[in-house]
């Protein structure tokens, strides 16, 4: 056995669970200590100022900078008290993660001496320098400056020792760097457009906003075996590896109990999450082994997002400390489920009507179907869109195998809701009693709360089910920004509801009453849509057929999918939503694809790596053993005997020699396609290479290693195997 892996399973039979114990009996001693909140910033901060960070929140003013300085000083003042010594501008480029340069507060005064400072100039906007970060272009071509700017909307935190303000990330030039800045944009035109729609039934409306919820999937694996694979370490998945003969099929781990080091973690990982004001709430095994589930209460997207990353970056760090590794990763394993981040979606008015549930009279479940029907809508048109956002070179390990939901976009309503939208449109509105009581009573939406009710209708394998009160969004990949998807949908639902309202206003110009414009609206979007409600089973090979037949699109491979950010509807989204101009879109395609690109030349380069200098010297390594035994039973038996004795393991030998040969062959070629794709001056066209050329070769060579890995003497075998990497206790 190499040492590596010997030495990690011998760490492995001694780990203990770290001892965690909460900072006190009541959570509310302990919840948001770390975040300069509402309620902090009323005692640190002078009234005027309290209330310009409000009126920026609320209203979108500016802050002047005299009133920054005070909010500086009383950030720092609270900050001081949790030995803070360093700011940063924390923010999210298009990498995976987040980023921050440190500062400190020190300085010099007029006279000379040191002291602690925290600006408002300082606060506001900062040029981090941080050059190397993903532009698409932006920045070679013109200014290599890169600007962070505070994001009023999401709380100031303290990590360690260091006082975090999230911000947006945005070039000299003012494009867009990162994904707060479209998602912020996104936000505001779904609250504009969704706002607009909610007066046709209540003026009092003033502000619609977003919420989401993430259920965050990951894999825990002991630090010692992580280390012992360098596939793992370099590229977050396992090259190879034969499944274990036990993993997942007796559903044993799904909802099981929890095992102790485990648990430990995840209560550390909740406590620093609680004193970051962070909501977690359900925690559970998922169904692979290894495979764990965190998910939080609801928030507003902009929060959730940050939140999120937060969340990730703290599991990262705390992991360590139990002795784990956390795999983000949405396809660590072959074999077992992947991981994925189901983002459960909704929007809610000031006055607090969630607009995806149903309400407590007909007026309301009118104002309820026309946000669901315009959802429907919005998907429908928009398949290629929401594909892009989710789609990438880790994720596409997951979409559309067994577990996860397939690249085919559809919707899933549930039985009851589903014969509601049905009977919609079986009804005739022409007639001059289109009274709106008469016809909700017709059609029976006053009833629709009672019928969500007793529902226990749920569809694991639908990619955008709607759950009684909102929409979740499953193909989202566990290790991606959330952004991406929430900037898709938010926008996509602003640009559907705009088509919908002037539809609406079209009508009434035509003389229709309102209700009757808007039944004719929904009962357009309802027959157009129709294509994109599935209530079967996603995941099954029929479906594949039945999408084909409904003309629903179906893209596995990945530069093809992103480059549908492109397509004529999504720039009508995008461009049209000014979420992005025309600069930023080319240049987050670019950095969509050099992604891929990268991460597949990464795992090309680690497989050609561990094949020839791990698998190929342990196969040969194996085969001179088995020669020698060859040699030993043709000294001791006579020819007849040994010719009898040794077939089975000449056959071996035999196909130990083609597989070596093989691997080889392989890698060979990989290194070559490699090149060949390295050289094209295109970005698209090395994409697209590296998809068709380079890609392929992934599965044809570890199928053989995972071959021989049966076949090989497991004393020799020089890597951790699934069975000991997913079944850590
Ligand atoms: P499940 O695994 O059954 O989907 P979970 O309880 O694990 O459910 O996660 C559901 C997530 O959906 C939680 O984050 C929850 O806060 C969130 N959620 C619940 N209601 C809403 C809503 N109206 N809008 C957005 N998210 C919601
Ligand atoms: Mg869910």
Aim: proline share 4%; net charge negative.
């Amino acid at each position: 056995m190499s040492k590596m892996r010997f030495f990690a399973l011998q760490e492995l039979a001694s780990r203990k669970p770290v001892e965690v114990s909460l900072p006190s009996d009541k959570l509310n001693d302990y919840y948001g200590i770390h975040v300069f909140d509402q309620q902090k910033m009323q005692e640190y901060l002078p009234k005027e100022a309290y209330k310009a960070i409000q009126d920026a929140i609320d209203k979108g003013k500016p802050i002047s900078i005299e009133t920054a300085d005070l909010i500086a000083n009383g950030m720092k003042s609270w900050a001081k008290q949790l030995n803070v010594t360093h700011y940063t501008h924390w923010f999210q480029p298009l990498t995976d993660g987040t980023a921050e340069k440190h500062d400190g507060f020190i300085d010099f005064d007029e006279d000379g001496d040191v002291i602690e400072r925290f600006s408002g100039k300082l606060l506001i906007q900062q040029e981090p320098d941080a050059s190397s970060f993903p532009s698409g272009g932006i920045r070679n071509t013109f200014e290599a400056r890169g600007y962070t700017a505070w994001d009023v909307s999401s709380p100031a935190f303290v990590v360690d020792d260091t006082l975090c303000i999230p911000t947006i990330f945005i070039s000299y030039t003012g494009e867009a760097l990162d994904y707060k800045t479209p998602l912020l944009k996104a936000l505001a035109a779904v609250d504009k457009a969704a706002t607009s729609v909610c007066k046709l039934f209540d003026e009092h409306v003033k502000r619609v906003h977003a919420n989401l919820g993430w259920e965050q999937e990951y894999f825990l694996v002991d630090r010692a075996l992580y280390d012992a694979r360098p596939d793992l370490c370099l590229t977050g998945r396992t090259l190879m590896g034969h499944s274990s003969a036990k993993d997942q099929q007796l559903d044993d781990h799904y909802f099981g109990s929890i095992p102790a080091r485990v648990t430990a973690f995840m209560k550390e990982l909740e406590i620093e999450c609680y004193k970051l004001g962070i909501p977690v709430k359900t925690r559970h095994n998922e169904a692979a082994p290894n495979q764990f589930e965190l998910a939080p209460i609801f928030e507003n997207v902009n929060l959730a997002n940050d939140h999120n990353q937060l969340v990730m970056d703290l599991m990262k760090r705390l992991a360590g400390k139990h002795n784990f590794s956390v795999l983000l990763h949405e396809k660590p394993f072959n074999g077992v489920n992947g991981s994925g981040k189901h983002n459960n979606w909704s929007l809610c008015t000031d006055t607090g009507v969630n607009l995806f549930a149903p309400g407590k009279n007909p007026q309301g479940n009118m104002l309820f179907l026309t946000f669901l029907v315009n959802v429907l809508m919005m998907v429908y048109k928009n398949q290629d869109l929401l594909r892009a956002s989710i789609m990438s070179a880790t994720n596409s390990y997951r979409l559309g195998g067994n577990e996860a939901p397939p690249v085919i976009l559809s919707i899933f309503l549930g039985k009851q809701l589903t014969t509601v939208l049905d009977e919609f449109v079986k009804q005739d509105y022409s007639s001059k009693s289109d009274q709106a009581a008469n016809l909700t009573l017709k059609l029976g939406i006053d009833r629709i709360p009672e019928i969500l009710l007793d529902t226990t209708d749920r569809n694991r394998t639908s990619p955008f089910a709607f759950t009684g009160n909102r929409f979740e969004f499953r193909a989202v990949g566990s290790s991606a920004n959330c952004a991406g998807a929430m900037i898709a949908i938010n926008a996509a639902m602003a640009n559907q509801l705009q088509e919908f309202k002037a539809m609406v206003d079209k009508f009434m110009e035509d003389g229709m009453s309102k209700t009757e414009a808007l039944f004719r609206a929904l009962k357009d979007a309802i027959v157009t849509s129709a294509p994109i409600r599935f209530e079967g089973d996603g995941y099954s090979e029929e479906w594949k057929q039945e999408a084909a037949r409904r003309g629903l699109s179906n893209i596995n491979n990945v530069p093809e999918a992103l480059m549908l950010y492109e397509s004529e509807q999504s720039r009508a989204v995008l461009i049209g939503e000014h979420i992005f101009n025309e600069t930023e879109l080319a240049s987050r395609l670019e950095v969509e694809l050099e992604k891929f690109t990268k991460k597949v030349q990464i795992e090309s380069r680690v497989l050609g790596d561990l094949a020839i200098n791990h698998i190929v010297p342990t196969a040969v390594t194996y085969q001179n053993r088995l020669l020698e035994n060859l040699r030993g039973l043709r000294e001791v038996f006579d020819a007849e005997e040994y010719e009898s004795l040794s077939a089975d393991r000449k056959d071996l030998i035999r196909e130990i020699s083609l597989r070596v040969t093989e691997i080889k062959r392989l890698v060979k070629e990989m290194t070559e396609s490699r090149k060949k794709a390295n050289h094209m001056e295109n970005y698209q066209e090395r994409a697209f290479a590296y998809e068709q050329e380079v890609k392929p070769f992934l599965e044809q060579i570890r199928e053989h290693i995972d071959k021989l890995e049966m076949e090989i003497d497991d004393e020799i075998w020089p890597l951790p195997k699934y069975r000991e990497l997913l079944f850590t206790k």
